[in-house]
């Protein structure tokens, strides 16, 4: 992996969220989950980033699971043309949501993304929800997308929906794609392709000072699924 990082890197502690209704961690999970994630140093947003989050044989297992479990759907955007990639979106009852006049409604959970939801839990920092001084409440949604391909993408956004709480959790399967994040004035913060099993975490204001894509990349023919886990309440 040829790392383009302009900042350095700190090492941050994740937290551990135990006797949640998933169920509590056995010994070795929680020593994995001590293990610390990269704090990329951005003036103006939170990332954390760790590239090897799964080992490659189970990134492997869920990203097969995934791709053929997941109720993958390749919606219309506004103007009627179709979105490119497709969508699965699973929740909590009651995390419904808008984005870009399409709406989501939760599927319920599977197996394999409540499994993912513990273990981004655990590996979530501390810092992520103490910056903000928000409650540690985890995840009770998650948005899989399916790339299939290098003409597949995601344009410049940001998850700042007013439902959305801004910690973002999102986890890569499949083949490297490029993730960049951009400021406002279109000059990139941070470029890096996102490696099978890496977990890269967005907190803090950077929905609010940032904006991020996954551009086509011709080049690739291979297939990835990213999930972004989020926490949706409605006030």
């Known amino acids: 992996m040829h790392t383009r990082w302009a900042v350095g890197l700190n090492r941050i502690l994740p937290i551990v969220l135990s006797g949640r209704r998933s169920g509590k961690m056995d010994l070795g999970r929680q020593a994995l989950a001590f293990l610390a994630?990269?704090?990329?140093?951005?003036?103006?947003?939170?990332?954390?980033?760790?590239e090897h989050f799964l080992q490659p044989d189970e990134a492997s297992q869920f990203f097969d699971q995934l791709l053929s479990k997941c109720a993958w759907e390749r919606r219309r955007a506004s103007f009627g043309h179709a979105v490119p990639r497709d969508e699965a979106y699973y929740g909590d009852l009651g995390t419904q949501y808008t984005y870009s006049r399409r709406e989501y409604r939760p599927l319920p959970w599977i197996s394999e993304l409540l499994s993912?939801?513990?273990?981004?839990?655990?590996?979530?920092?501390?810092?992520?929800?103490?910056?903000l001084s928000l409650p540690q409440t985890g995840y009770n949604a998650v948005l899989c997308n399916l790339y299939r391909d290098g003409n597949d993408s995601v344009g410049l956004h940001a998850d700042a929906e007013p439902?959305?709480?801004?910690?973002?959790?999102?986890v890569s399967l499949g083949a490297e794609r490029l993730f960049r994040l951009k400021r406002k004035n279109g000059s990139v913060a941070f470029s890096e392709r996102l490696p099978h099993g890496s977990l890269l975490i967005m907190a803090g204001n950077t929905q609010?000072?940032?904006?991020?894509?996954?551009?086509?990349?011709?080049?690739?023919?291979?297939?990835?699924i990213n999930l972004?886990?989020?926490y949706i309440e409605h006030k």
């Open 37 to 50: 994630m990269d704090s990329i140093p951005i003036p103006g947003a939170e990332i954390y980033y760790d």
């Open 228 to 230: 972004t886990f989020r």
């Open 163 to 170: 439902e959305m709480r801004p910690v973002i959790a999102s």
């Open 116 to 131: 993912l939801k513990t273990r981004v839990e655990e590996a979530t920092p501390v810092a992520a929800y103490g910056n």
């Open 208 to 224: 609010e000072h940032f904006k991020h894509e996954a551009p086509k990349e011709p080049g690739v023919t291979q297939p990835r």
